[in-house]
């Protein structure tokens, strides 16, 4: 079976987090777009669709990843309680 590869471009602020965000198989864009990628997880690419505002773009070198933006609460959280010792 032949896996669907579902294109995503999008425009980011300057911090990276995505201003808009159009995903297809295939999409026709219109208008420029700041990065391009091709992705083939279907649940990510809904979640792109109704939740791009929780993710962002980030340079890893040259490379850019779209990155999903972890709340500031749930960080704390997480880092309070891998310091706690049981």
Known sequence: MEE???QVFVTVKE???LSTC???IPTVRRESA???FLVEDEALATDLKENAQNYKV???GMKPNLVRI???IKEALV???SQLKI
């Open 4 to 6: 669907k590869k579902y």
């Open 15 to 17: 911090n990276g987090e």
């Open 22 to 24: 159009e995903v297809g």
């Open 34 to 36: 700041d990065f391009f």
């Open 58 to 60: 980030v340079l890893n």
């Open 70 to 72: 972890e709340s500031p």
């Open 79 to 81: 880092k309070e309680a």
